[in-house]
């Protein structure tokens, strides 16, 4: 028949989709490092490995990865056996042709190789679909002059018309233009529905978004709705904890306010017990004091009235005792020196000692006492301007010779008081300024 079950064809995606297509015998000088692919520089890409049937469908295919370097040669280490993958790839997925075989990350026919494949997208257009509308487009002209294969019977007999006439050969080439030009239409109907296709593909997948988006919303509103609710009532629960909290402080509030209300009480009736006992006591002290003091008082007043009774009745009787044991009273006065004091005269004596002497001298008490005034201190008595004298005058030794007026004063103040009495006439007045 001459021609192969299957064609292949490698073909490479970015992120816009499929970006580049070949034959097999092209990717093998890329991967000799023959051809350089400048577009690919630096970057590792997802490529796949295609077995194209005769009916332009996706018979198997291998998704791998290939990295590129920096000058865009392929990794020379690259040693995926693509080929023999896919001749075990297991069943894929049905794109409208029948099920597919695949080999991919999560169906890896040799396990070592793993890493190295991809997977196609999980969404409805994915890597899969493009390939299938690629190879509908036929860009690397797959199969152009395959012929459906006839019942074997008729390609024998056709050698036979051999002798055809030309008419007849024209008529054949015409036939041939009309089957190319037919071809070439349904190429570009089978073009246009794979477009139409492909933007119903996208219309279903954006559907399916918006569903999916308006799926979430209402479960986040579920979701909000739910939780508000959980926090209402956490909110209460958290509202009536407090004022359990609460509760719960002030009845312990209450119960220290009383327990401690009841200890101060307790210690102040026993601190108000202690100092009334302490009051009684010393009540008790004081009355018992008082007892005393009125007995002491009585006993007093009692000693005193023995005492005035033993006067009445003995008057000096021990002092005349004394007196008779050979005791002497005696006492010291300036002006009479050392006076002896009968027994007779010792109560007068101690009644006023001053009026004793005094009468001892036969002199008055006040003249006693202005003699003793000069004669502890002899100087002039008089006054001039509000201011004493006070010259050194001669000391009267005896009382009875003092004279006032005249012994307490200075020569000079004699004269003036002498001269002042002849002109007024008037009796001597002593100024003393004491
Ligand atoms: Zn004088």
Known sequence: MGHKSFEEAIMFFNSHGLCKQMLYS?????????????EFASQTVKGAYVRVA??????????????????????CKWNIPVQHMAEVAGRGPDLGDGHIRIACRTQCPVSWHQRLLWDPKPSAINELVLIKAALKRN?????????????PQQPQQKPAAKQLSSVQGYQQQLQALRDQLDQRIENQQLKHENSVAKLDLELMELKSQLKKAEHEAKQYRQQLVQKNQEYQTSRKEMTRLLQDIEAQNQNRLADLKESITKKVEAKYRSQLNELRDLVKAKDVEISYLEDIDKQQQLELERLQQENKQLKITHPGDVLAQLAAKGVMFMAYHPGVGHVTIPVKDVDEYLADNIAYVAKRCFVSKEHYLSWRRHYENATCD????????GQPIARVEVPREFEADKSNMCVDHQKAEKAEQVESGQPPQLKVSR
Request: aromatic share 12%; with cysteine; proline share 5%.
């Open 26 to 38: 092209e990717f093998d000088a890329i991967l000799d490092g023959i051809v350089l692919v400048q």
């Open 382 to 389: 008089a006054t001039v301007s509000g201011k004493r004298c």
């Open 139 to 151: 860009k690397l002209r797959f199969y152009e002059d395959y012929v459906e294969p006839s019942p």
């Open 54 to 75: 005769p009916s332009l469908t996706i018979q198997s295919v291998v998704l791998f990865y290939l990295t590129f370097n920096e000058e865009g040669r392929a990794d």
